[in-house]
C-alpha cells in the first residue's frame, strides 16, 4: 500500500476527529497574534517524540492547538506531506502517556493546506512525554514553551488533585522560610536551602505545604525554577 492509499485509509477512519474548514479570516486571525501558551506554529512534522512533549504540555496546561504547514515567523508554508498526520497520531497514541486524543481541522489558505490539531486539557492525570534521552517525563506549557516540570510541581499537583489537608507548625523555621521569600524576592530550591541549611526533603516539603496554601508560588522558566510569594502576600 502507498503512503497515499494509507492516507486514504487513515483519514476515513477518523470520523469526527478530522474536518475540513473552508478559508481563512479566522486562521489568519490566529497566526496574527503568534506563538503563546495555547498556540504553536509547526512548519512541519518530523519527529514523533519531539512532538509528544508539546502535545504532553498543551494538555497538561490549559490545552491548545498546534498550527502544521506554518513557520515560526507566521508564514503560510502548507502541509509539505500527508505522513505528518501519521507522526502526529504515532505521537498522541504511542509517545504520550496516557494518550492524548487529538481532534483535526484542514484549513485551505491561498492554495495551501494547514492542519489544525487541537490538544484538549485534561487534569485527572498528568501527561508524560519521553525526553531527548527517552526518559517520560511530566512537561508544561509556559508561554511559548514547552518546559520539563520538577519534582516540586509534579508532587504538588499531585496532592490538589487529591485534596490533601494542610497542617503546618509555624515554627522558627516556617518564619525564617517566608521571611527570606519576602526580603529576597524569587529564589531557587537551592538558595533557600543553602539559606535555611535545611535538607533537599524538608525544603521540597514546606514549599509544597506553602504553595497549597496559596502562599508560595512556583514560575518556571528556561533558566531554573523559582519560588516566591504570592502576590496577595508580599510587604
Known sequence: MTPKDKFSTFACSMDKRYSIKAPKILLEQWIEKGEHEQQDFKFEISDAKKIARSLAAFSNTSGGRLLVGVKDNGVVAGVRSEEELFMLQSAAEMYCQPPVQLQYEEWQVQGKKVLEVKVPYQDEYLIKAPDKEGHYKVYIRVKDQNLLANGVYVRYWKARKQGRHIQIQYTALEKAFLQ??????????????????????????????????????????????????????QG
Open 180 to 233: 527570606i521569600l519576602n526580603d529576597k524576592g524569587a529564589l531557587t530550591k537551592s538558595q533557600i536551602m543553602k539559606r535555611l541549611h535545611i535538607s533537599s526533603k524538608q525544603t521540597d516539603n514546606m514549599l509544597i505545604d506553602f504553595m497549597l496554601l496559596d502562599l508560595v508560588q512556583l514560575k518556571m522558566t528556561e533558566e531554573g525554577y523559582y519560588y516566591s510569594l504570592c502576590e496577595q502576600n
